[in-house]
């Protein structure tokens, strides 16, 4: 009997524990889908699939083609076309689907949150004397960024990268290389070094990026703080275990 396929969209540290814990398993076959925007991305255990679908239809047709049994979407909670496209898709082929929608953090005594709806509006956000401004919002935002061509920028990536062709990037834009998750002592130690008085972050959740949050807090730094996009429709889990036992669920129902 051919093992059920499961498909994990990742791009996300759950993904990979996903990848990890599944990939052990005889009685399943697992592949992780990446968006391939990473040029060397923390690459998941066992079979990976790498670039976008093309849309629902390309999803569509990859789940038909693959015969793929159940999707664990672990993509990051601002990755919401992903998740839209996978709950289409799956709607339309008749796959269980399960989003792992880690949740938002939320406010603690002594943050100084500037809560606003998009990457744009925290552009807008930035004081004129801000100060040094770090942005931790991911290489993907920096031309949000372009028309604050006053204020110096600290961006923190994954790896150095141009500008993509036609795009703008702010005029006063320096970089820290670095990949997550990041310690406490590491995010003080780079926003005091860096002389940072302003952060703007995506309100991400979980452990691996909340170093800066709980670091600006202690050392009474506003953040602008992106709040998250609606969550997807579909089936919801917040941690990496709640979306395990959902798939044991699913592949007992498949014995019966
Ligand atoms: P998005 O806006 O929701 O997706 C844009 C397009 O990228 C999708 O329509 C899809 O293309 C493709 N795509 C996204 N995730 C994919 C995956 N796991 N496998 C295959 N194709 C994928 O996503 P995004 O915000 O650009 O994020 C891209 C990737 O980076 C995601 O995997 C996400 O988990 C990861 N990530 C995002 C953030 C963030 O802040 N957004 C932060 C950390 C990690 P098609 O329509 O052609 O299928």
């Known amino acids: 009997m051919t093992r059920p396929r499961i498909l994990i969209l990742g791009g996300t540290g759950d993904g990979l524990t ?12 697992v592949v992780s889908s990446l968006a391939g925007v990473t040029e060397a991305p923390r690459v998941p255990a066992g079979r990976v699939r790498r670039g976008g679908f093309g849309g629902v239809a390309g999803l569509t047709a990859y ?13 990051h909670p601002f990755a919401a076309t992903m998740s839209a496209n996978a709950d289409a898709a799956a709607t339309l082929v008749g796959v269980p689907l399960v989003h ?15 809560e606003v709806a998009s990457v744009t509006d925290a552009a807008a956000a930035i004081p004129d004397a801000a100060g040094r401004v770090f942005l931790a919002t991911g290489r993907s935002e920096l031309a949000a960024f372009a028309a604050r061509k006053t204020i110096d920028f600290l961006a923190r990536i994954v790896q150095p990268v141009q500008p993509a062709a036609g ?21 003080r130690r780079l ?7 302003v952060i703007v972050s995506k309100n991400s959740g979980g ?15 506003p953040v602008i703080m992106v709040r ?19 798939l044991e669920v699913v592949l007992a129902s498949r014995m019966n």
Request: aromatic letters at 8%.
């Open 63 to 75: 789940l038909r083609e693959q015969a793929i049994a159940a999707i664990i979407d672990a993509t």
């Open 100 to 114: 792992l929608w880690r949740p938002p953090w939320t406010r603690a005594a002594g943050d100084r949150w500037i």
């Open 191 to 197: 926003l005091i070094e860096q002389n940072i008085a």
């Open 207 to 221: 452990a691996a990026a909340y170093a800066k949050i709980a670091a600006a807090r202690e050392l009474e730094l």
């Open 167 to 187: 795009e703008q990037w702010p005029p006063r834009l320096a970089f820290v290389y670095a990949r997550g998750p990041f310690s406490l002592v590491e995010d």
């Open 228 to 246: 998250r996009p609606l969550p997807p429709r579909g089936q919801r889990v917040e941690t990496v275990a709640a979306a395990l036992a959902w």
């Open 18 to 29: 996903l990848a990890d814990t599944l990939v052990a398993r005889a009685d399943i076959d």
